[in-house]
């Protein structure tokens, strides 16, 4: 008995004795005991123990002893890295929670707060880099949301869906040739991935290759059928085309995917348009009058309801919507576009024999 109590008293001398050569423990990672906070986005990788025995150091046989100290030790220490790194994640992940909670109410700024605080806590994390991009994109920070999600894409490995949003980021901001890289590797990286062939899409018809574009479209519909920005751009084309029966098609496929009587107003009027220019004028007049129903009308919607009420043979009407739609450019911004029309429509009802 007492001889083990002398060998048990050498050991922990041994190991104090020799701690005193090398690095601690803690410092040396483990990996079958760090494999879960190593996964974790706020991880920090620990550096392993490179320091050099000095001169006299033990023998073989203590640093035998020494392995086995460190292996029954480590477990515990990697632990205690562990438990600090899933809190830091936990602490992270909360603030990234109000953050979207606060953006769902529409409060930015607290939102902005958030996640900022939470990007310092976890600067590696993508979905906060992304969450924190999109704040700040909505508060008008444009530079400071392009580069958050840059980084979102950096570390994120050149994520798909985020390299599609940072090519919106892109096109918004004017610059083409960046936003069509960012297609480019989407594309690449996922060809099923509709928004990646709507992005190029989208820069094809920035640059006025409508045909191009077009094609770019169709693949997104193939991919997602419904797709309301895509299915509404594909139409503007075609009505810049004169294919007013293609758009008429488009904007019906796309009204038949929302519920009964939730039909954007921005899709009605466009039908309507499409039914005016192919002389259908009563069903053009029905169509828009159920456009301006749908909450405050535009001076856009009155114009176009008024001229196609006047091609219906309706002038009296035509005219009383006309005198709506004056009434409202004088204090609804950029009506001025409009006024050509305005004018020359007020010319054909004076000289109607109708009124």
């Not at 900022?116 to 999109?134: G, K, Q």
Request: proline share 4%; with cysteine.
């Amino acid at each position: 008995m007492f001889g083990l109590l002398v060998a048990s008293v050498r050991l922990v001398g041994q190991y104090f004795a020799i701690s005193y050569y090398i690095e601690p423990a803690w410092q040396v990672p483990i990996e079958s005991v760090m494999d879960r906070a190593r996964n974790a986005p706020c991880y920090r990788g620990l550096q392993p123990a490179t320091g050099n025995f000095r001169q006299g150091a033990p023998g073989p046989a203590l640093v035998a002893t020494l392995c086995l100290l460190v292996l029954i030790g480590q477990s515990g220490c990697a632990t205690l890295v562990r438990n600090k790194t899933d809190q830091t994640v936990v602490s992270a992940r909360q603030l990234s929670l109000r953050g979207i909670h606060a953006m769902q109410q529409g409060q930015l700024r607290e939102a902005e707060v958030f996640f900022s605080r939470a990007s310092e806590i976890c600067p590696l994390d993508e979905r906060i880099r992304f969450h924190y991009a999109e704040t700040l994109w909505e508060l008008g920070s444009g530079q400071q949301a392009v580069a958050h999600m840059e980084e979102a894409v950096r570390l994120s490995g050149g994520n798909a869906e985020l390299v599609v949003r940072l090519g919106d980021m892109y096109l918004a901001e004017g610059d083409l040739q960046r936003a069509a890289l960012q297609a480019e590797s989407a594309i690449q990286s996922n060809r099923r991935l509709a928004a990646a062939w709507a992005l190029r899409g989208d820069v094809l018809q920035q640059m006025g290759r409508d045909d191009e574009a077009l094609a770019d479209y169709h693949r997104a519909l193939s991919l997602q059928a419904h797709y309301p920005r895509v299915q509404l751009a594909s139409a503007e084309i075609y009505g810049r085309q004169k294919r007013h029966a293609r758009a008429l098609a488009t904007l019906r496929t796309l009204a038949d995917g929302y519920p009964s009587g939730e039909t954007p107003q921005q899709v009605l009027v466009l039908q309507g348009v499409a039914l005016k220019e192919l002389g259908r004028y009563d069903a053009a007049v029905e169509i828009l009058v159920a456009a301006a129903k749908q909450g405050p009308p535009s001076t856009e919607v009155l114009v176009q309801l008024a001229e196609t009420q006047w091609l219906a043979g309706d002038a009296a009407n035509a005219r009383l919507t006309l005198q709506t739609a004056l009434a409202r450019t004088s204090h609804e911004p950029g009506t001025e576009p409009l006024m050509a029309q305005v004018l020359t429509l007020q010319r054909k009802l004076a000289g109607d024999v109708r009124l």
